[in-house]
């Protein structure tokens, strides 16, 4: 599976979400089909786009949130998901893309690459649902349940280490940052 065609293929449910992704490939993805207010990239604060997200979802219960997580970056912030299965939020998804890489700094590999599972390690931390899925239809499907689940899920897609030619986009850094608190301002119940 190719993390550009998961993202494309659910790519309308984010309308109504809040959206945290990691920088660097999955960010210029995400930018490539359509950026969108609702929409953050967590630049240089690399593991921390789950416990962003967990803030969110935590300040806005009123809304759904997606974390597009890699699984370089979790694995930098496992005690995240202790965190994240402490506070239990129903209204956040947390997608990890799991390329068994850290491709966005030139393809090293994870310990994922030698058998480490990250849907168990959250389970183990005390993530109510979590799956593992490596087709376009299981992760349409299990992407699917787990917004309706209304349950904090833990997602791992296994994707392959292949990502965008380049990873720097026309949007800066900056003006995201201002905009999407912007959004989250003018959009509070
Ligand atoms: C604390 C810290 N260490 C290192 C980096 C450099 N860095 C940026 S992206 C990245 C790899 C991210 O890997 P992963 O989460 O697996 O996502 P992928 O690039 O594979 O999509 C690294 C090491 C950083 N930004 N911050």
Avoid: W
Wanted: glycine share 8%; aromatic share 8%; hydrophobic share 45%.
């Amino acid at each position: 599976m190719l993390r550009l065609d998961a993202l494309r293929a659910v790519y309308d449910r984010f309308a109504d979400c809040v959206v945290v992704t990691i920088m660097g490939a999955v960010a210029a993805e995400l930018q490539s089909i359509g950026h969108r207010p609702n929409f953050f990239y967590l630049q240089h604060a690399m593991g921390l786009a789950s416990s962003m997200g967990l803030g969110i979802a935590l300040a806005r219960p009123d809304r759904r949130v997606v974390v597009f997580d890699g699984d370089g970056s979790i694995l930098m912030n496992l005690g995240g998901l202790t965190t994240l299965a402490r506070y239990r939020p129903r209204n956040l998804v947390h997608v990890v893309f799991d390329n068994e890489s850290l491709l966005s700094v030139g393809g090293f590999p994870t310990a994922t690459s030698t058998g480490s599972d990250i849907a168990g390690i959250a389970a183990a931390a005390g993530v109510p649902r979590t799956a593992t899925v490596r087709t376009l239809d299981e992760f349409t499907r299990a992407f699917d349940e787990a917004l309706a689940a209304h349950e904090l899920t833990t997602l791992v897609a296994k994707v392959e280490a292949v990502g965008p030619k380049a990873f720097v986009t026309d949007l800066s850094m900056l003006e995201n940052r201002f905009a999407f608190q912007r959004y989250l301002r003018e959009t509070r119940p």
